[in-house]
Each structure stands twice: as structure tokens, then as C-alpha cells.
């Protein structure tokens, strides 16, 4: 459940470094500083942990019981006792880690995300692309599709894969799939098992029906050249 909202989370960190709400000025409204406190570093026994030696950003945002840490371009490697840099192993483009609610001292004590191994791992899945679902249409009514893009905002290939639903599911034959979501909180193995969940449209259920989950895995293979 830590990762229950990841998805809408990195909506807010695409939206950019500020924010603005527009509405209605409010003269006369200011504010004064009055005490200044520059703590430090970040880093402590949690990054080492994760194998990170340094990293830019640290957006966060609230979620149930703590709050998820977004960071940019994160550089694995070690640090001596000294607190001299070994930078070691890459990096990878940006990383993610879930902060305790009640972890309110400083440093405060990251839990990140990382892989088998225990180094920090990129929330971007497997494929290193982002992938959309797309649900069936009246010509396929049980298909589900699955399209890549370099960017979230496209463009967006033609349909590099597919599932089919089954005929009968729930009891009852299925005349439609619809709602297909896939959800990151649930991907194993850095994105390469992934979970997605779709509404079924079954003959003669009328409102008798419910999502239902899928669970794929990936191969990775070259792109055909055209």
C-alpha cells in the first residue's frame, strides 16, 4: 500500500517546480521570515542503504500513513567514513522513496524503492517507455491493447500488443471490455509483471458485474524495422 498513489503523485511532479492558484487577489496580505535554520544534507544511513551517494530534487506529496519523496537524477555508490564520494554503478533518472508519517526528525529515514538487490531502482517500469492501455471496440469487444510513447504526452505507436478476455467470465458470456487501468502500485520486478484492471460489459447481468484484475508479463524483444 505504500505505493497506492504513485501515479497520480508523479502527475504533480511533471506539473513543474511552482505552483499557482489563480482566483482572487487578496491585498494588504504579506508575511515576514523570522527565523532561519539551514539543516544540511539529506543524506544519511537510508540513502547508503540504497546505494546512493547524491540527488537532485525532493518533491513531496501526502499520502495514507507518511508521504512519497520524488527526486531527479540519483548517482549510486558508497560513501567513505570520511563522507567522501564513490561514485559507482550509474545512476538512474530519477527515484522514489515513502516517508513515515511519524518520521519527523531530521535526517529524516527514507524508505526507497529499490531492486532484488537492494540498490535504488527507478519507478519507471521495465520497458523504460510508458505505456497506455487502450480498451476494446465494437469490432474487438474483448480485447485490450497496449501502446508505448517516449514521453506521456505521446506520440503514442500503434498497438505493440494484446490480450483477449476470455469468453465467459463471472458466469455469464462477455459482450465488451471497457475501463482497462493499469496500475504501477502492483508492477513486480521493476515494471516487467504488471497489473492492470477492466470493466466487463456481460450478456443479461444488467448491473451485476465487477472489475476484474489481470496480471501480464513482459519479454522484451527488438522493435521490428519497418
Known sequence: MK???????MTVILSGCSTSIAGEKQPGRTFEIVQTNFLGSL?????????????????????????????????KGSRSADGAPHFAGG????????LEENARI????????????????????????????SS????????????????PYGPWSPSVARIEVPEYRQGK????????????ELFRENG????????????????????EMVEIG???REAQKP
Open 218 to 220: 513482459l519479454k522484451l
Open 91 to 98: 545512476a538512474v533518472s530519477c527515484s522514489i522513496a515513502f
Open 106 to 133: 531530521y535526517p529524516p529515514t527514507f524508505n526507497y524503492l529499490v531492486s532484488s538487490n537492494g540498490d535504488v531502482v527507478s519507478p519507471f517500469a521495465y520497458l523504460k517507455k510508458y505505456v497506455m492501455t
Open 3 to 9: 505505493w497506492l498513489f504513485i501515479a497520480l503523485g
Open 136 to 151: 476494446s471496440d465494437f469490432d474487438h469487444p474483448r480485447e485490450i491493447r497496449f501502446l508505448l510513447a517516449d514521453a
Open 173 to 184: 458470456r462477455v459482450e465488451l471490455v471497457y475501463c482497462a487501468y493499469l496500475h504501477p
Open 192 to 211: 516487467r509483471v504488471m497489473n492492470l484492471t477492466c470493466s466487463l460489459g456481460l450478456k443479461d447481468a444488467g448491473f451485476d458485474n465487477n472489475c
Open 43 to 75: 543524506w544519511n544511513e537510508s540513502h547508503a542503504r540504497a546505494s546512493i551517494v547524491s540527488q537532485d530534487g525532493g518533491q513531496s506529496f501526502a499520502v495514507p500513513r507518511g508521504a512519497i519523496w520524488a527526486f531527479g537524477d540519483t548517482f
